[in-house]
Protein backbone atom coordinates (compact mmCIF):
# COMPACT_ATOMS: atom_id res chain seq x y z
CA UNK A 1 0.00 0.00 0.00
CA UNK A 2 1.43 3.80 -1.02
CA UNK A 3 1.66 6.33 1.09
CA UNK A 4 -1.51 7.77 0.06
CA UNK A 5 -3.67 5.13 0.58
CA UNK A 6 -2.18 4.42 4.20
CA UNK A 7 -2.61 7.89 5.18
CA UNK A 8 -6.62 8.06 3.76
CA UNK A 9 -7.07 5.00 5.01
CA UNK A 10 -6.14 5.73 8.70
CA UNK A 11 -7.75 9.64 8.47
CA UNK A 12 -11.16 7.47 7.44
CA UNK A 13 -12.82 8.60 10.81
CA UNK A 14 -11.43 11.95 10.55
CA UNK A 15 -12.46 12.66 7.20
CA UNK A 16 -16.19 11.31 8.18
CA UNK A 17 -16.81 13.60 11.19
CA UNK A 18 -15.59 16.14 8.87
CA UNK A 19 -16.67 15.43 5.45
CA UNK A 20 -20.16 15.20 7.17
CA UNK A 21 -19.98 18.35 8.82
CA UNK A 22 -18.71 20.72 5.59
CA UNK A 23 -19.92 19.17 2.50
CA UNK A 24 -23.41 20.92 2.50
CA UNK A 25 -21.37 24.39 3.44
CA UNK A 26 -20.20 24.12 -0.35
CA UNK A 27 -23.43 23.89 -1.75
CA UNK A 28 -24.92 27.15 0.05
CA UNK A 29 -24.97 29.38 -2.38
CA UNK A 30 -23.84 32.92 -1.16
CA UNK A 31 -20.71 33.21 0.83
CA UNK A 32 -21.81 35.91 3.33
CA UNK A 33 -21.54 36.14 7.09
CA UNK A 34 -23.66 32.92 8.05
CA UNK A 35 -21.52 30.80 5.87
CA UNK A 36 -18.24 32.12 7.59
CA UNK A 37 -19.70 31.45 11.03
CA UNK A 38 -20.79 28.06 9.88
CA UNK A 39 -17.36 27.52 8.57
CA UNK A 40 -15.87 28.67 12.01
CA UNK A 41 -18.14 26.10 13.91
CA UNK A 42 -16.78 23.23 12.04
CA UNK A 43 -13.58 24.33 12.33
CA UNK A 44 -13.75 24.48 15.95
CA UNK A 45 -15.93 21.38 16.57
CA UNK A 46 -12.79 19.05 14.56
CA UNK A 47 -10.03 20.07 16.75
CA UNK A 48 -8.73 22.60 14.44
CA UNK A 49 -8.25 25.06 17.46
CA UNK A 50 -8.54 29.35 17.88
CA UNK A 51 -5.53 30.02 16.27
CA UNK A 52 -5.93 27.83 13.51
CA UNK A 53 -9.30 28.43 13.01
CA UNK A 54 -8.98 32.56 13.37
CA UNK A 55 -6.08 32.49 10.51
CA UNK A 56 -7.74 30.23 7.97
CA UNK A 57 -11.01 32.30 7.56
CA UNK A 58 -9.02 35.62 7.79
CA UNK A 59 -6.95 33.91 5.23
CA UNK A 60 -10.13 32.71 3.43
CA UNK A 61 -12.22 35.75 3.44
CA UNK A 62 -8.89 37.85 2.05
CA UNK A 63 -8.87 35.49 -1.06
CA UNK A 64 -12.27 35.39 -1.44
CA UNK A 65 -12.47 39.39 -2.32
CA UNK A 66 -9.30 38.81 -4.01
CA UNK A 67 -10.40 36.48 -6.31
CA UNK A 68 -13.77 38.22 -6.33
CA UNK A 69 -15.15 34.34 -5.41
CA UNK A 70 -19.28 34.36 -5.68
CA UNK A 71 -20.28 30.60 -4.74
CA UNK A 72 -19.27 28.46 -1.70
CA UNK A 73 -19.00 25.99 -3.75
CA UNK A 74 -15.51 27.48 -4.98
CA UNK A 75 -14.25 28.33 -1.78
CA UNK A 76 -13.43 24.63 -1.50
CA UNK A 77 -10.22 24.26 -3.40
CA UNK A 78 -9.28 27.67 -1.72
CA UNK A 79 -9.92 26.13 1.72
CA UNK A 80 -7.91 23.09 1.16
CA UNK A 81 -4.94 25.12 0.01
CA UNK A 82 -4.65 27.40 3.10
CA UNK A 83 -4.55 24.17 5.05
CA UNK A 84 -1.82 23.11 3.13
CA UNK A 85 0.39 25.88 3.24
CA UNK A 86 -0.18 26.58 7.23
CA UNK A 87 0.64 22.44 7.67
CA UNK A 88 3.77 22.80 5.65
CA UNK A 89 4.94 26.20 7.57
CA UNK A 90 7.34 24.57 9.83
CA UNK A 91 9.76 23.12 7.39
CA UNK A 92 11.39 19.79 8.21
CA UNK A 93 14.76 19.37 8.86
CA UNK A 94 16.00 15.66 6.78
CA UNK A 95 18.25 13.12 8.82
CA UNK A 96 21.83 14.01 8.05
CA UNK A 97 24.40 11.26 10.09
CA UNK A 98 24.95 10.23 12.35
CA UNK A 99 21.66 11.58 14.24
CA UNK A 100 20.72 10.87 17.60
CA UNK A 101 16.64 10.65 18.26
CA UNK A 102 15.36 11.40 22.01
CA UNK A 103 11.66 10.33 21.90
CA UNK A 104 9.78 11.58 24.63
CA UNK A 105 5.88 12.27 25.63
CA UNK A 106 3.51 11.03 28.07
CA UNK A 107 2.70 7.39 29.43
CA UNK A 108 0.79 5.67 26.38
CA UNK A 109 1.32 7.65 23.09
CA UNK A 110 3.17 5.09 21.52
CA UNK A 111 6.73 5.88 22.29
CA UNK A 112 8.11 2.47 22.19
CA UNK A 113 6.36 1.57 19.26
CA UNK A 114 7.16 4.74 17.08
CA UNK A 115 10.44 3.47 17.75
CA UNK A 116 10.08 -0.03 16.73
CA UNK A 117 8.83 1.74 13.56
CA UNK A 118 11.42 3.65 12.85
CA UNK A 119 14.50 1.02 13.56
CA UNK A 120 12.95 -0.71 11.02
CA UNK A 121 12.43 2.49 8.67
CA UNK A 122 16.36 3.13 8.85
CA UNK A 123 17.25 -0.41 8.57
CA UNK A 124 15.81 -0.76 5.12
CA UNK A 125 17.71 2.31 4.15
CA UNK A 126 20.50 0.19 5.48
CA UNK A 127 21.67 2.45 8.44
CA UNK A 128 22.87 1.08 11.10
CA UNK A 129 20.76 1.95 14.09
CA UNK A 130 21.84 1.26 17.81
CA UNK A 131 18.53 1.58 20.35
CA UNK A 132 19.06 3.04 24.01
CA UNK A 133 16.62 1.14 26.75
CA UNK A 134 16.06 4.50 28.71
CA UNK A 135 12.75 3.55 29.90
CA UNK A 136 14.28 2.28 33.39
CA UNK A 137 10.86 2.50 35.52
CA UNK A 138 8.32 -0.10 33.24
CA UNK A 139 9.78 -3.64 34.39
CA UNK A 140 8.64 -4.93 31.04
CA UNK A 141 9.32 -1.55 29.19
CA UNK A 142 12.94 -2.86 27.85
CA UNK A 143 10.98 -6.67 26.64
CA UNK A 144 9.22 -4.93 24.83
CA UNK A 145 11.41 -2.67 22.87
CA UNK A 146 14.04 -5.39 23.06
CA UNK A 147 11.16 -7.25 20.66
CA UNK A 148 10.97 -4.63 17.60
CA UNK A 149 14.55 -4.36 18.09
CA UNK A 150 14.94 -8.05 17.39
CA UNK A 151 12.61 -7.44 14.59
CA UNK A 152 14.62 -5.41 12.57
CA UNK A 153 17.81 -6.85 14.04
CA UNK A 154 19.83 -3.73 15.49
CA UNK A 155 21.34 -3.36 18.55
CA UNK A 156 19.96 -2.61 21.80
CA UNK A 157 21.67 -1.20 24.67
CA UNK A 158 19.68 -2.08 28.34
CA UNK A 159 20.16 -0.88 31.72
CA UNK A 160 22.62 -2.97 33.35
CA UNK A 161 21.38 -3.19 36.91
CA UNK A 162 20.69 -0.27 38.82
CA UNK A 163 21.86 1.92 35.94
CA UNK A 164 19.68 4.83 35.69
CA UNK A 165 18.51 6.43 32.05
CA UNK A 166 21.48 8.27 31.94
CA UNK A 167 24.22 5.50 32.03
CA UNK A 168 22.10 3.46 29.53
CA UNK A 169 22.11 6.39 27.11
CA UNK A 170 25.52 7.21 27.69
CA UNK A 171 26.47 3.76 27.15
CA UNK A 172 24.64 3.74 23.78
CA UNK A 173 26.47 6.77 22.68
CA UNK A 174 29.85 5.04 23.39
CA UNK A 175 28.74 2.07 21.21
CA UNK A 176 27.18 3.66 18.31
CA UNK A 177 30.36 5.57 18.17
CA UNK A 178 32.27 2.59 18.63
CA UNK A 179 30.70 0.73 15.91
CA UNK A 180 30.28 3.88 13.87
CA UNK A 181 26.71 3.76 13.69
CA UNK A 182 24.49 6.13 11.54
CA UNK A 183 21.20 6.26 14.26
CA UNK A 184 21.15 6.05 17.78
CA UNK A 185 17.58 6.22 18.97
CA UNK A 186 16.41 6.65 22.61
CA UNK A 187 13.50 5.88 24.45
CA UNK A 188 12.36 7.14 27.59
CA UNK A 189 9.58 6.72 30.32
CA UNK A 190 6.45 7.84 30.20
CA UNK A 191 6.08 11.03 32.13
CA UNK A 192 2.98 13.12 32.99
CA UNK A 193 3.98 16.71 32.42
CA UNK A 194 3.76 17.32 36.07
CA UNK A 195 6.19 15.51 37.40
CA UNK A 196 9.31 17.66 37.92
CA UNK A 197 11.77 14.88 38.60
CA UNK A 198 11.09 12.78 35.73
CA UNK A 199 11.59 15.78 33.53
CA UNK A 200 14.33 16.95 35.38
CA UNK A 201 15.96 13.41 34.02
CA UNK A 202 14.78 14.19 30.68
CA UNK A 203 16.80 16.98 31.31
CA UNK A 204 19.53 15.24 32.02
CA UNK A 205 19.50 12.85 29.35
CA UNK A 206 19.60 15.80 27.00
CA UNK A 207 22.79 17.15 29.27
CA UNK A 208 24.35 13.50 28.14
CA UNK A 209 23.47 13.70 24.56
CA UNK A 210 24.88 17.09 23.74
CA UNK A 211 28.13 16.44 25.91
CA UNK A 212 29.00 12.88 24.76
CA UNK A 213 27.66 12.94 21.02
CA UNK A 214 28.19 16.74 19.84
CA UNK A 215 29.08 14.97 16.37
CA UNK A 216 25.59 13.88 15.66
CA UNK A 217 22.67 15.76 14.83
CA UNK A 218 19.90 15.50 17.24
CA UNK A 219 16.36 15.79 16.86
CA UNK A 220 14.75 15.51 19.79
CA UNK A 221 10.91 13.96 18.95
CA UNK A 222 7.31 14.50 21.23
CA UNK A 223 5.13 11.44 20.72
CA UNK A 224 1.67 12.95 20.62
CA UNK A 225 -1.68 11.00 20.55
CA UNK A 226 -4.39 12.08 18.32
CA UNK A 227 -6.97 10.62 20.41
CA UNK A 228 -6.04 13.27 23.17
CA UNK A 229 -6.99 15.96 20.54
CA UNK A 230 -6.40 19.67 22.79
CA UNK A 231 -4.19 18.20 25.40
CA UNK A 232 -1.90 17.43 23.02
CA UNK A 233 -0.70 21.45 23.02
CA UNK A 234 -0.29 21.31 26.21
CA UNK A 235 1.86 18.34 26.52
CA UNK A 236 3.94 20.19 23.81
CA UNK A 237 3.94 23.29 25.83
CA UNK A 238 5.89 22.05 28.78
CA UNK A 239 8.06 19.04 27.30
CA UNK A 240 9.46 21.96 24.91
CA UNK A 241 10.17 24.00 27.65
CA UNK A 242 12.23 21.78 29.68
CA UNK A 243 14.25 20.27 26.63
CA UNK A 244 13.64 22.02 23.60
CA UNK A 245 11.80 19.71 21.15
CA UNK A 246 12.35 19.78 17.51
CA UNK A 247 9.94 17.39 16.05
CA UNK A 248 6.38 15.99 16.66
CA UNK A 249 5.32 12.63 15.36
CA UNK A 250 1.32 11.84 16.06
CA UNK A 251 0.28 8.47 16.56
CA UNK A 252 -3.01 6.38 16.54
CA UNK A 253 -4.82 8.71 14.05
CA UNK A 254 -6.45 5.46 12.78
CA UNK A 255 -8.25 5.46 16.29
CA UNK A 256 -9.54 9.29 16.03
CA UNK A 257 -11.89 11.45 14.52
CA UNK A 258 -9.66 14.38 16.07
CA UNK A 259 -7.00 14.54 12.85
CA UNK A 260 -7.64 18.37 13.07
CA UNK A 261 -5.52 18.84 16.07
CA UNK A 262 -2.52 18.97 13.69
CA UNK A 263 -3.84 22.21 11.89
CA UNK A 264 -4.13 23.44 15.90
CA UNK A 265 -0.33 22.40 16.11
CA UNK A 266 0.88 24.00 13.28
CA UNK A 267 -0.79 27.30 13.66
CA UNK A 268 0.43 27.25 17.76
CA UNK A 269 4.14 26.03 17.37
CA UNK A 270 6.76 26.22 15.21
CA UNK A 271 7.92 22.20 15.36
CA UNK A 272 6.79 20.33 12.21
CA UNK A 273 5.31 17.10 12.29
CA UNK A 274 7.86 14.21 10.98
CA UNK A 275 5.22 11.52 10.61
CA UNK A 276 2.42 10.32 11.57
CA UNK A 277 0.70 6.82 13.00
CA UNK A 278 -1.74 4.69 11.81
CA UNK A 279 -1.85 1.28 13.40
CA UNK A 280 0.57 -1.02 15.64
CA UNK A 281 1.97 -2.37 12.06
CA UNK A 282 5.86 -1.91 11.89
CA UNK A 283 4.31 -0.33 8.41
CA UNK A 284 2.17 1.99 9.96
CA UNK A 285 4.29 4.87 10.69
CA UNK A 286 4.34 7.36 7.24
CA UNK A 287 5.86 10.95 6.13
CA UNK A 288 3.69 13.52 6.93
CA UNK A 289 2.78 15.07 3.53
CA UNK A 290 0.67 18.03 4.36
CA UNK A 291 -1.05 17.75 0.72
CA UNK A 292 -1.93 13.92 1.08
CA UNK A 293 -3.19 14.84 5.09
CA UNK A 294 -5.77 17.66 3.74
CA UNK A 295 -6.94 15.56 0.57
CA UNK A 296 -7.31 12.78 2.64
CA UNK A 297 -10.02 14.96 4.91
CA UNK A 298 -12.11 16.27 2.33
N1 LIG B 1 -3.96 2.12 16.59
C1 LIG B 1 -2.72 2.53 16.89
N2 LIG B 1 -2.13 2.09 18.01
C2 LIG B 1 -0.87 2.52 18.27
C3 LIG B 1 -0.18 3.41 17.42
N3 LIG B 1 1.04 3.65 17.97
C4 LIG B 1 1.08 2.93 19.11
N4 LIG B 1 -0.06 2.25 19.32
C5 LIG B 1 -0.43 1.38 20.46
O1 LIG B 1 -0.45 2.14 21.65
C6 LIG B 1 -0.11 1.34 22.78
C7 LIG B 1 1.00 2.02 23.58
O2 LIG B 1 2.18 2.02 22.79
P1 LIG B 1 3.64 2.13 23.40
O3 LIG B 1 4.56 2.22 22.24
O4 LIG B 1 3.89 1.09 24.40
O5 LIG B 1 3.54 3.54 24.12
P2 LIG B 1 4.64 4.26 25.02
O6 LIG B 1 4.49 5.71 24.81
O7 LIG B 1 5.97 3.66 24.78
O8 LIG B 1 4.11 3.87 26.48
P3 LIG B 1 4.92 4.05 27.88
O9 LIG B 1 6.30 3.57 27.65
O10 LIG B 1 4.15 3.18 28.84
O11 LIG B 1 4.81 5.49 28.23
C8 LIG B 1 0.30 -0.02 22.20
O12 LIG B 1 -0.78 -0.90 22.33
C9 LIG B 1 0.57 0.29 20.73
O13 LIG B 1 0.38 -0.83 19.89
C10 LIG B 1 -0.86 3.87 16.22
O14 LIG B 1 -0.36 4.66 15.42
N5 LIG B 1 -2.11 3.40 16.02
MG1 LIG C 1 7.38 2.89 26.10
Known sequence: MGFFSKILEGLKK???????KIKYIFTKNE???????????????SDVGHTATDRIL?????????????????TKNVLKDIMVSLLEENELAPFT??????????NGVGKTTTIGKLAAQFTKQKKNVVIAAGDTFRAAASEQLAVWADRSKVKIVK??????????????????????????????????????NLMEELKKI???????????????????????????????????????????VITKLDGTAKGGVLLSLAAEYTLPVRAVGVGEGVEDLIPFSAKDFVDSIF
Open 14 to 20: TKQAFQN
Open 31 to 45: IDANFYEELEAILLS
Open 58 to 74: EELKQQVKQKKLKNAEE
Open 97 to 106: YPCILMVVGV
Open 159 to 196: NSAGADAGAVVFDAIQSAKAKQADVVIVDTAGRLHNKS
Open 206 to 248: DRIIQREYPQASYHKLIVLDATTGQNALEQVEVFDEAIGLTDI
